[in-house]
DNA sequence: ACATCGTGGATATACGATGTCCAAAATTAA
DNA sequence: TTAATTTTGGACATCGTATATCCACGATGT
């Protein structure tokens, strides 16, 4: 398994948010409700995607989220680096004192490095715009959604 | 961190078996000794290979392991399968009661299942035989080495 | 028989992924 | 200024999996 839960939540927040892009900012808790999201979980990844420069946050009422830059300009590598880190297949490459007796004298290097180079092109080759154009819930759709379900909230 | 110890531990055992490929079996205990993985654990690994038939297991004195195919005929994904199962990207495409409340509307499940594609591709790309001819230890040198070591273990 | 060697399964341990909670900081509105 | 709203930061709990260990059993050769 590749793609954890938390990725999956940070590439559903955005999607969420893509489909409304320029109509202002997003509460948290509307996210975590429409997209089922534990709040207090969603928190967490939500700093990491203001950190990494994704997404926007605004404090106080009339505060949420909102994307930072287009949601064709956000690739699948930034989504992953900001929740998991640097893309990387092995440790040894990273650890300067490494745990690894092979280091000087391994195969294995190179390929993996060879591999990682591929995956992460794969990665920056997919934006949030793509994913948002695939999914059957298009913004229009969407948004009726939204106000029955804010209806209901509010009854 | 794709790659995952036991994956190491798996691809160095059969670059070195790969090493002796056509001068008979290798005891587990030599593997473990020259590439530093711990035995007990390397046992559970090996019956993983085995199973897999990427290995010939055989019983009693004189015997150990050896490779079932040509170091070029085993690619990084069969070796990846036998140790992880098989690849998968996501959770959703596998379960048939799903947990995801997405599963009938989420642009996220092509999008992945592509990614997986090719990265199974990538790895089916790469032999065992790849990775042993970019190791600076060759046949020769390690066979020198062993040598060497085995003299020191029996002192 | 006996020594050698792989097999199978039970068990322990450590660590990271996931999830929860609460107080603090920032912003707005009254 | 005060109160309400919303994000932020960090501490803490929980659970599953990766890694590792151990021991009795099965198979093979001498």
Not at 53 to 69: C, R
Not at 111 to 130: A, H, N, P, Y
Request: charged share 25%; glycine share 8%; net charge neutral.
């Amino acid at each position: 398994m590749i793609v954890s839960k938390t990725l999956d939540y940070a590439v559903r927040t955005l999607m969420y948010l893509g489909k409304r892009h320029g109509r202002g900012s997003v509460l948290m808790k509307e996210i975590a409700e429409n997209q089922r999201i534990p709040l207090s979980y969603l928190a967490k990844v939500m700093r990491q995607l203001v950190k990494a420069g994704i997404v926007f946050s605004e404090y106080g009422p009339h505060g949420g989220y909102s994307l930072k830059k287009l949601p064709s300009e956000i690739t699948l590598r930034q989504v992953y680096e900001a929740v998991e880190g640097e893309v990387k297949m092995v440790e040894c490459l990273e650890v300067p004192g490494s745990a690894c007796a092979f280091v000087d004298c391994c195969g294995q290097a190179d390929i993996w490095q060879e591999v990682e180079r591929k995956f992460i092109s794969i990665l920056e080759g997919i934006t949030i715009q793509d994913i948002i154009l695939r999914d059957c819930v298009y913004p229009e759709k969407l948004l009726t959604i939204n106000k029955q379900e804010n209806r209901h909230a509010n009854t």
